[in-house]
């Protein structure tokens, strides 16, 4: 079945750094969703991506979708404590009821 | 307030007890989904809800129920339990099938001796 790879698995940073976390699959991606757990915590929808090289913004964290929509890409600027946390990637599969396959998440510890 | 909530929220059993999880949405939500979250696993769907009555199959199925009489309710059977169930749960919902982004419940972690 389909499988979305994220990597890398964790990301340790230094606060003020950039992180970037990636997101691809071997088949094409309905509709990209990216979802932020905070530890202990649930999944929270952060953004859809559904254009072929879409890009959207939010404050300091950039979505890309690849032009082939085979790859996503989450970039934070400058990080903070508050950005903790694990973030996945998953692809809303219409061919399969609307389901959501995530990737495995990447976790991001940032130290002050 | 828009929110899913489950129960309960923790929950130590012994194989072979049958238990339920429950789910509620009070967003009028179509599309209720239950799925399982592993540390190197990320989350994996075990069963979805299109509407009232319609239930189907995720990935991880096996050793699940799931019914949908009311739109609001979506509960998590496990009718024998077994130590490979030792995981953290989540119910989400959303609008539709089509495109919505889904709203998390704030997890059951489920420990099976």
């Known amino acids: 079945g389909q499988q979305v790879m994220q990597i890398p698995q964790y990301q340790h940073v230094q606060e003020g750094e950039d992180f970037t976390t990636y997101c691809n699959s071997s088949?094409?991606?309905?509709?990209i969703q990216w979802y932020k757990q905070r530890p202990g915590g649930h999944p929270v929808f952060l953004i859809q991506?559904?254009?072929?090289?879409e890009v959207k913004k939010q404050k300091r964290l950039t979505f890309q979708f690849g032009e082939a929509k085979k790859n996503s890409s989450l970039h934070i600027t400058a990080t903070q404590t508050t950005d903790v946390g694990t973030y996945f990637c998953?692809?809303?599969?219409?061919?399969?009821?609307?389901?959501?396959?995530f990737g495995q998440g990447t976790e991001l510890s940032v130290k002050p | 307030e828009a929110q899913v909530t489950q129960n309960p929220r923790y929950l130590i059993t012994v194989t072979g007890k049958k238990l339920t999880v429950t789910c509620s949405q009070n967003?009028?939500?179509?599309?209720m989904s239950w799925y399982r979250q592993d540390p190197g696993l990320g989350l994996r769907q075990i069963y979805y809800?299109?509407?009232?009555?319609?239930?189907d199959k995720g990935d991880v199925p096996e050793g699940y129920k799931v019914s949908r009489k009311e739109k609001r309710n979506f509960p998590l059977i496990l009718e024998s339990p077994s130590p490979n169930q030792t995981s953290l749960y989540f119910c989400?919902?959303?609008?539709?099938?089509?495109?919505?982004?889904?709203?998390f419940g704030p997890g059951t972690r489920l420990t099976v001796l």
């Open positions: 989400a919902s959303s609008l539709s099938v089509v495109g919505n982004e889904q709203f």
């Open positions: 088949t094409t991606l309905s509709n």
């Open positions: 991506l559904v254009k072929s090289g």
């Open positions: 998953a692809d809303r599969n219409y061919n399969q009821g609307g389901k959501l396959i």
């Open positions: 967003m009028n939500h179509e599309y």
């Open positions: 809800s299109m509407n009232v009555e319609v239930t």
